[in-house]
């Protein structure tokens, strides 16, 4: 399976301030997605990363506030835009091929002061 | 859309004993169920999957059950170890890849030694 690469792992930022967080996959994929933890919950998909297009953004997420990229097959960015301390979160890139489950990276955890 | 329910939410064993999560799930077009398992600080990893048309699957101390007729699956864990202890999460998904997975609410599996 894929191997992923996620960066910054962690960062602390100020409010009104954006962050961008970068995905890179060690071979092609064809589905990269892009997720939102709360520690000890559940995972919350933010939007698809489409391949030379713009992402498919789940309800309740917006381009202005996540904005995406995704040039080619094996790497992907999501800005969190303006952020507030309701940004705090964990957020966490994932690939997948043809017929595998996800590869997730190690998540970004972004702490808004 | 589809909604996956996870149970039980936290679950104890004793080291050497089994343990199983079970979860149902709503779109009956959804076919394939993956299984996650997600440490401390860390990504989610995929661990077992299962598609519709089987029934059930095995990987060692691993095993996966689908009952496509009452859109329930579960996870069997046998033998547990200490390092089995982490929080599972299910999905569900259509398409024949992972596609865009809806995931449960995760069970925190702690196995005491």
């Known amino acids: 399976s894929a191997v992923i690469s996620q960066k910054p792992s962690r960062d602390i930022c100020q409010r009104g301030t954006s962050l961008t967080i970068q995905c890179q996959v060690d071979?092609?994929?064809?589905?990269m997605f892009w997720y939102r933890q709360q520690p000890g919950q559940s995972l919350t998909l933010i939007a698809t990363?489409?391949?030379?297009?713009?992402?498919?953004?789940e309800s309740g997420f917006v381009i202005d506030k996540f904005p995406i990229s995704r040039p080619n097959l094996t790497f992907s960015t999501l800005t969190v835009s303006n952020m507030s301390p309701e940004d705090s979160s964990i957020y966490l890139c994932?690939?997948?091929?043809?017929?595998?489950?996800?590869?997730f990276g190690s998540g970004t955890r972004l702490t808004v002061v | 859309g589809e909604n996956v329910e996870q149970h039980p939410s936290t679950l104890s064993v004793q080291e050497g004993d089994s343990a199983v999560i079970k979860c149902t799930y709503s779109?009956?077009?959804?076919?394939?169920f993956p299984w996650y398992k997600q440490e401390l600080g860390k990504g989610p990893q995929l661990i077992i999957d299962?598609?519709?048309?089987?029934g059930e699957k095995k990987d060692q101390r691993i095993a996966v059950t689908l009952n496509k007729t009452a859109k329930h699956f579960s996870l069997h864990i046998t033998e547990t170890q200490p390092e089995d202890s982490a929080v599972y999460f299910c999905?569900?998904?259509?398409?024949?890849?992972?596609?865009?997975?809806?995931f449960g609410d995760g069970t925190t599996l702690t196995v005491k030694p």
């Open positions: 994932s690939a997948t091929g043809q017929y595998d489950g996800y590869t």
């Open positions: 071979s092609q994929v064809t589905m």
């Open positions: 990363a489409n391949q030379g297009s713009e992402a498919t953004y």
């Open positions: 779109d009956s077009a959804s076919n394939y």
């Open positions: 299962i598609r519709s048309n089987v």
């Open positions: 999905a569900a998904s259509t398409g024949t890849n992972a596609g865009k997975s809806t």
